[in-house]
């Protein structure tokens, strides 16, 4: 029996970056409703069967592709200070939807395509995990009330971001992030 002929020079790494670089070039002059896997195909120079072969659907592929390409860690801050740890953290949020891909982040969160909302809660995932730590810590420093809700804030902050971003041609530059965090900080510090 003769051993399987392998193909050299690593083919399959090569057709998976060309498709993710063609998914993304697209995405980023496109918009969402570019990127087609005819577009995908004909932009990578790689066959629609051969990408239906590595990706269920054209949900599955955008999703690998923006994972790929957008850092999905968040490093949280710990400053000692509630308002001074979740400016920080809405200073990074506000910087990924002014990212050349944000725009494309807004498209997925407007679109209720179900194959992308494993990508939205991936990306508000570990978002809001971030700003669960900071109110545990900022819990533990007695800044907060005990029973403060951490999904509650993250949403309080996100919400002008999104009603920015998905309701009106307002940009995020306008936002106030200290003013939005003190006001937010407001209802969960403790009454002295």
């Known amino acids: 029996m003769t051993d399987p002929v392998r193909r050299p020079g690593g083919r399959t790494a090569r057709v998976h970056a060309q498709v993710m670089a063609a998914t993304v070039e697209i995405l980023l002059e496109e918009g969402l409703d570019g990127a087609t896997v005819p577009a995908i195909a004909e932009r990578s120079g790689v066959s629609h069967v051969s990408i239906y072969r590595k990706w269920k659907d054209r949900g599955s592929l955008i999703r690998e592709a923006l994972l790929e390409t957008i850092d999905t860690a968040v490093a949280v801050p710990d400053t000692g200070n509630v308002k001074d740890d979740l400016m920080s953290l809405f200073a990074k949020v506000i910087a990924a939807h002014q990212a050349p891909l944000g725009r494309v982040l807004l498209d997925v969160t407007r679109s209720g395509d179900p194959s992308l909302s494993e990508l939205q809660h991936t990306l508000w ?68």
């Open 125 to 192: 995932r570990t978002r809001r995990d971030s700003c669960a730590l900071i109110i545990e810590r900022a819990i533990e420093r007695g800044e907060v009330v005990k029973d403060t809700d951490h999904r509650l804030i993250f949403e309080f902050m996100l919400g002008p971001i999104l009603s920015r971003g998905l309701m009106t041609a307002e940009g995020l530059e306008s936002l106030q992030p200290e003013k939005i965090v003190g006001m937010i900080l407001r209802g969960a510090q403790p009454a002295h």
